[in-house]
């Protein structure tokens, strides 16, 4: 994993922004302090700061550029199959390097352009510029695990791995987006391409733009409505053995590094089936867990050590106290001042990877991705409820519509459909109505559930929970669960990867 940034100008880049590329790449040095470098042009200059982690060597180094200075690319992330491109690829382009998969993400886009993205498997953000036909593409993972933004300003665009990077130059304004705002009193997160600041945009997961003298596009690459508008005609036992084949497959590419991997265990299932099948390829792993000096439900360390022992794996666990968590929350604070925390996980997580980075790892398992597969309690919940307000809801709509009744918590009611309460962490659009006191009112954040939701329209029973699973996968996983994974492990210089998504 690493940071990257860059300004495009193709009016020519100036003096000013020679000066603020520096300053943009070294706000990302907690993100790869193993090196730092830069690609400058007339009209393009792009910035890398790499931790090392696949072909450490330094002729891996970023910005890299093919053998004739045409194709430039600074990317963070990783892609997991870049030994099985590589070997497709090697027989008609000169590899100068020994296993690099970003010198792969060079030649596979000479080799099949912009759709070469179709064939990566991994957690990315990347930036190309393509000389030859005078493109920058922005590019963003399927799920959004690697965030990228950008701010279009004047003449330019600049982007970065991270808001407060951007926030370096003088040229973004830092004034902020209220509809932004409004959104995270609902969703303790915002939906991309929407930010905190007005300047400043996301990369939608599954999304590239692309940038030239005359144009700014973004295009979907990758659409999981595209799944779930599909009916499965699998029978229980066929999805269960195709589950198990994508999870070893995804377990095996997911172990591939040149330095040694931990584990996040904390007793759970998504974690117990990583370390698990971890295991079973024979990695040379450890674990780590966190604990609490005070025994509560929550505290499931007991059930990681046992499993841990049965696994014959070395488990290192944190035993950690309310002075620890409240000098995380203000450590962490320092360090991501970008946008709110809307889970309050981001801070055992970012102990979590402090911990790692003292051990001498960095690179850390997560289970993230688990639930939104659709099996947790809550959907069972969630559904059952749906029916319940949905024969209902000929009485509580008019009710809850009264200004003097106190049923404003039940509103939950949009156009034809129930908004999910299990997507709703924050407020409802009738308790902020109450609270919001600008002089202007965004458009209601049910607005955007509803377009999201809509988007699964095949006609089967489940589709609710297709519905909400949208929801999941467009919002709340790339923008608050994902989020909760880069911001804090990258502040210590750690890579996260998550083999359920």
């Known amino acids: 994993m690493c940071g990257i940034s860059g300004i495009i ?4 880049i100036t003096e000013n922004q020679n000066e603020d590329i520096i300053l943009i790449n070294q706000a990302l040095h907690h993100r790869g302090p193993n090196n730092e470098g830069y690609f400058n042009s007339d009209m393009v200059n792009f910035g890398h700061q790499r931790l090392a982690i696949i072909d450490i060597n330094e002729l891996a180094n970023q910005p890299m550029t093919d053998i004739n200075n045409e194709i430039i690319v600074t990317f963070n992330g990783e892609i997991f199959n870049h030994a099985e491109l590589r070997s497709e690829l090697e027989s008609k382009y000169d590899f100068k390097t020994n296993h690099s998969d970003t010198e792969v993400i060079i030649y596979a886009y000479k080799e099949w352009g912009i759709d070469c993205i179709q064939r990566f498997t991994g957690q990315f953000a990347i930036a190309l510029y393509d000389k030859t036909i005078g493109s920058v593409f922005l590019i963003r993972d399927r799920i959004g695990q690697k965030p990228l933004y950008y701010s279009h300003t004047g003449d330019s665009t600049y982007f970065s791995s991270e808001i407060k990077s951007l926030l370096t130059s003088k040229k973004i304004k830092n004034s902020l987006n209220e509809e ?11 939906k991309a391409p929407k930010t905190f600041f007005n300047q400043i945009s996301k990369v939608e997961s599954g999304c590239y733009i692309e940038i030239t003298r005359d144009k700014k596009i973004s295009h979907r690459y990758w659409d999981v409505a595209n799944y779930l508008k599909t009916p499965i005609m699998d029978s229980e036992q066929e999805a269960i053995l195709k589950t198990e ?6 377990m095996r590419l997911r172990n591939i590094a040149d330095i040694p991997l931990t584990y996040a265990i904390s007793g759970g299932l998504d974690s117990s089936l990583n370390l698990y099948y971890a295991k079973t390829i024979g990695s040379n792993i450890d674990a780590i867990n966190i604990s609490f000096d005070v025994d509560n439900k929550f505290n499931e360390s007991k059930i990681a050590e046992q499993y841990c022992s049965k696994l014959d794996v070395p488990l290192k666990t944190i035993v950690i106290n309310k002075s620890d968590i409240e000098t995380g929350i203000s450590d962490f604070f320092k360090v991501q001042p970008d946008m709110p925390i809307g889970d309050p996980n981001s801070i055992l997580m970012y102990i979590l990877a402090k911990e790692t980075k003292k051990n001498g790892r960095h690179i850390l398992m997560v289970g993230e991705g688990g639930d939104e597969i659709g099996g947790y309690p809550k959907y069972l919940k969630t559904l059952k409820r749906n029916r319940v307000l949905k024969s209902l809801q000929f009485i509580l709509k008019p009710l809850i519509q009264s200004t003097s009744f106190r049923l404003k918590s039940l509103d939950y009611f949009f156009n034809d459909t129930i908004i999910p309460k299990s997507q709703i962490h924050g407020f409802t659009e009738a308790e902020k109505n109450k609270l919001w006191r600008s002089k202007s009112k965004p458009r209601s954040t049910y607005v955007s559930m509803y377009e ?7 006609n089967t029973n489940d589709r609710y929970l297709r519905q909400i699973l949208n929801l999941e996968y467009k919002i709340r996983l790339p923008e608050m669960i994902l989020a909760r994974i880069d911001y804090p492990t990258m502040a210590n210089s750690v890579e996260a990867r998550s083999p359920l998504c």
């Open 180 to 190: 932004a705002i409004y959104d995270y009193l609902t969703l303790l997160t915002t």
């Open 452 to 458: 999201t939701m809509s988007e699964v329209n095949l």
């Open 9 to 12: 100008n193709f009016n020519g």
């Open 245 to 250: 084949e994508l999870l070893e497959k995804s």
